[in-house]
């Protein structure tokens, strides 16, 4: 799906935002484009409507995708138009307060003069407006449903921490200590031995082991004697980088471990000194307390026995994997209505899993039901390298930048409003744990 047609509902509203300005309607009102921007509004708030369907089922419909691809077009060059009529407006008011005659006699030939500003911009205008006209009218063809956006929910909890809380890990006692188990024994005559772990993406493989226990654990008993190097997530396969690693830790005191998180079975192959651990799926059981601990406040299950049915259909749906589980989990909460519920476990969606274990298509289906204003914030993630660090007074002035900040409240501060769409990011699993510096 290419991003620029994930969002061509945002920029649908931006330009209304800028077409319903007070300085706007002045301006347009002066060069007499009031009929022909009128109408222009009117197809642009009826094809707004269908948008956010538009955008999620052409994950389907290649065909919609190039639709939404033209309006896009016609979207941007109606920016540019309503940008010259703003630039214009300003030129005339900076001319008004010089009132030289001589710039006026000069501009009377120019393109500045207001009957050759009105000409041209009439014909843009009327360009702009039958370009829509042809492009809205092949909506009707795709069956497009109105939807509103107005999915804004952050869960009531506090999302800013910097480790892995224990009772957040379900599922994973006997695997821990199996892990644990290998990292103990003797070396078998290994001067360093290699324990590689591997599953699918979102299984858990990370949270089985906490980072700053393991950093405090290594100083205070290890004193330099032996190293614990855990290398989490590996994707590359080239044996010779792997080498040349290795040789570099191959001066650490005998019994020490490395331990190596793959998706690969190449990798832990090529990297493990002993047989891989393979980390299977969570049972079903498990699946569902965490499904029920992320979609319903603490208790509440119990008084909606009817979506627990449901969202058990769901959970089955999800083969195991704790990240598709908590990720339908937090897309569903707040959420009482059946339909919902039955929105997501009858969604085609499900139909793009390839393999068994596959995630992406169920993180799609929880993007797609993300507020758009959040779709443009994530996706501006990835303009970082991956699992890069950062913090919010990094990352929030960029969105305040691009324009992605929007409240209700006049009276909201932008960097709230920034901190508040990080919260609901890591709500719906789409970040992982950090630490939100802007509240220390």
């Avoid at 892995?164 to 031995?193: C, F, N, T, W």
């Avoid at 990370?206 to 226990?213: I, M, N, S, V």
């Avoid at 004697?225 to 792997?242: A, I, Q, S, T, Y």
């Avoid at 979506?307 to 990240?323: M, S, T």
């Amino acid at each position: 799906m290419a991003a620029a047609e994930t969002f061509v509902f945002n920029i649908a509203q931006k330009v209304l935002e800028k077409s319903g300005s007070l300085a706007f309607q002045e301006a347009r009102l002066i060069w007499g484009a009031e009929s022909d921007l009128g109408r222009f509004e009117k197809t642009l708030s009826t094809v707004k409507a269908v948008l956010l369907d538009a955008e999620e089922q052409q994950v389907h419909n290649q065909e919609l995708t190039v639709w939404l691809g033209q309006l896009k077009e016609v979207f941007y060059d109606a920016q540019d138009v309503l940008d010259e009529f703003e630039c214009e407006a300003l030129r005339r008011q900076v001319v008004e307060m010089q009132g030289s005659t001589t710039r006026k006699v000069s501009r009377f030939f120019s393109s500045s003069n207001p009957l050759v500003f009105r000409t041209k911009m009439t014909h843009k205008v009327k360009e702009i407006r039958a370009r829509l006209d042809e492009v809205a009218a092949g909506r009707a063809k795709f069956h497009l449903s109105p939807r509103s956006d107005d999915r804004h929910v952050v869960r009531g909890k506090e999302m800013s921490y910097s480790f892995v809380q224990a009772s957040d890990v379900i599922g994973r006692d006997q695997d821990k200590e199996k892990i644990v188990k290998h990292l103990m024994d003797p070396s078998d005559g290994q001067s360093i031995s290699v324990v590689p772990v591997v599953g699918i993406g979102g299984l858990g493989k990370t949270a089985d082991l906490d980072e700053e226990q393991l950093q405090m654990l290594l100083r205070n008993n290890l004193d330099g004697k032996k190293f614990l190097l855990v290398l989490d997530d590996l994707w590359n396969e080239d044996r010779g980088k792997w080498i040349e690693l290795r040789n570099l830790l191959m001066g650490g005191a005998n019994g020490s471990k490395i331990l190596v998180t793959t998706r690969s079975p190449t990798i832990a192959s090529m990297m493990g000194t002993m047989s891989p651990y393979n980390l299977e799926g969570l049972l079903h059981q498990e699946c569902l307390y965490l499904f029920i601990k992320w979609a319903f406040d603490e208790g509440k299950e119990r008084q909606h026995t009817n979506l627990v049915e449901i969202g058990d259909a769901i959970v089955k749906k999800c083969k195991g994997v704790p990240l598709a589980v908590k990720s339908l989990g937090s897309l569903l909460y707040s959420k009482l209505d059946e339909r919902d519920w039955l929105f997501v476990r009858d969604n085609e969606m499900w139909k793009l899993n390839r393999k068994e274990g596959d995630i992406l298509s169920i993180l799609q289906l929880s993007y797609n039901q993300m507020p758009s204003y959040l779709k443009q914030c994530f996706a501006f993630l990835s303009l970082f390298p991956k699992d890069y660090e950062f913090n919010t007074f990094d990352l929030i002035p960029f969105w305040m930048a691009n324009g992605f900040l929007q409240s209700p409240n006049e009276n909201q501060e932008p960097e709230d409003i920034g901190n508040q769409y990080i919260d609901e990011l890591y709500s719906k699993c789409f970040l992982e744990d950090y630490i939100d510096i802007g509240h220390v």
